[in-house]
């Protein structure tokens, strides 16, 4: 009976071990990677996958740039901050009042310690 209990303890322990493995291969941007994207925002010329992976996936490793992500969710939310698409290649057009903001969140990121975030550290 023992036996069979500490089977179970193992498979399980090593069911975790290979999710974690595999989890480390989800979406993980480094602090310039973002920067780029929002630049790409900035100017109308980000596509729509990266766009779409900016805006959607969650930066679960890195609490920072998960914040910057969540402020540009409540920039592009907001209708006053963006003007209508009018092309296909290219997602959003930011209002002037956008455009700053996004601009406000590259500015906070490059003032991090030694112009640096964890991310960048891999």
């Known amino acids: ?13 090593v ?3 290979i999710l974690q493995k595999t ?5 993980k941007p480094t602090r310039t990677e973002i920067i780029k994207k929002l630049r790409k925002t900035i100017d109308g010329s980000i596509d729509y996958a990266d766009f779409d992976e900016l805006i959607s996936a969650r930066i679960a ?9 969540t402020k540009l969710n409540s920039i592009i939310d907001e209708k006053a901050n963006i003007n209508q698409p009018h092309s ?4 959003i ?6 455009k700053k903001r996004v601009e406000e969140l590259i500015n906070e990121m490059e003032k991090q ?7 960048d550290a891999r």
């Open 113 to 119: 310690p030694n112009n640096r975030l964890k991310s």
């Open 1 to 13: 009976m023992i036996n069979i209990a500490l089977l179970i303890v193992v498979g399980i322990v």
């Open 88 to 91: 296909k290649t290219k997602i």
């Open 61 to 69: 490793y890195d609490n920072t740039l998960e914040e910057i992500r």
């Open 23 to 27: 989890s480390d291969k989800t979406y």
């Open 93 to 98: 057009y930011l209002s002037e009042v956008g």
């Open 15 to 17: 069911f975790f071990l």
